[in-house]
């Protein structure tokens, strides 16, 4: 008992009170009953501050909503099989730099699938970033003027999921797509990064400056080692639209 109570004030931290324990134990003025309750008490904090580090790479990632794979009704959306993306969100392919694509139709719940991907990664305390395309651009380009690139680079690098949300709602020039590029090959079998697109790949290069080569660069750095899911359903925001219309007809 008194080893558990001491790794707990270890991992809270509790430099004074692991020292004056071990003296109370030494001198045999604590008894085993005194341990168990103070375990006891420990442990309470020491639940909390497992559920707050948990939380915190979740509060810190950027996501615009918070969205649950038990939320996404995969009856809707027959063209997503549910056990593979499961069987993704709870395995550790992030340890791996295997990337995620969704394309799809807006309203499909492409989006919902990624934070809920990201999520299920940020509660094992991993580094998650959600970001727009288009934000993200913005940014790239902005350092690009500013001599800060590299850094920027770097920043966007550090993550082990980078969710990259709405490729394609906006097209970039081709110096845009050549610094959207250069983060694509820096995580490139090193980091994961999670896209979300409207426009099929053969689109790609109106989204990417209309540049064929640096498209094809991208796509197959995107694309080597991924997990790509093609939803072809209707729209979640007219889902009950859809309802309505059918009660209707009958």
């Given at each position: ?34 341990l ?92 998650v ?7 993200l ?87 080597h ?12 925001r ?13």
């Amino acid at each position: 008992m008194i080893n558990d109570v001491l790794d707990q004030l270890v991992y809270l931290k509790l430099k004074s009170a692991y020292t004056y324990l071990k003296e109370l134990h030494i001198n045999d003025q604590i008894t085993n009953n005194d341990l168990k309750g103070i375990y006891k008490i420990l442990n309470q904090e020491v639940i909390a501050k497992e559920e707050n580090n948990k939380l915190y790479n979740v509060k810190v990632a950027g996501f615009p909503f918070l969205r649950k794979l038990d939320e996404y009704d995969f009856g809707f959306q027959p063209t997503v099989n549910e056990e593979r993306v499961r069987s993704i969100a709870e395995s550790n392919f992030y340890d791996e730099a295997i990337n995620i694509v969704f394309i799809g139709n807006p309203g499909v719940g492409k989006t919902h699938l990624a934070i809920s991907i990201a999520y299920e990664v940020a509660i094992r305390r991993n580094s998650v970033y959600f970001i727009k395309f288009n934000k993200l651009i913005t940014i790239l380009k902005n350092a690009y003027q500013e001599g800060t690139f590299d850094k920027r680079v770097r920043h966007f690098f550090k993550y082990k999921v980078l969710v990259i949300d709405e490729v394609g709602f906006n097209e970039i020039s081709p110096l845009e797509a050549k610094l959207f590029f250069q983060l694509i090959d820096l995580r490139y079998t090193k980091k994961s990064t999670v896209f979300t697109s409207n426009m099929t790949f053969d689109k790609w290069p109106q989204i990417l400056g209309n540049d064929e080569m640096i498209t094809k660069a991208i796509l197959d750095r995107i694309l080597h080692h991924s997990y790509l899911f093609n939803i072809s359903g209707p729209s979640y925001r007219i889902k009950d639209k859809l309802k309505l219309t059918k009660t209707e007809e009958s």
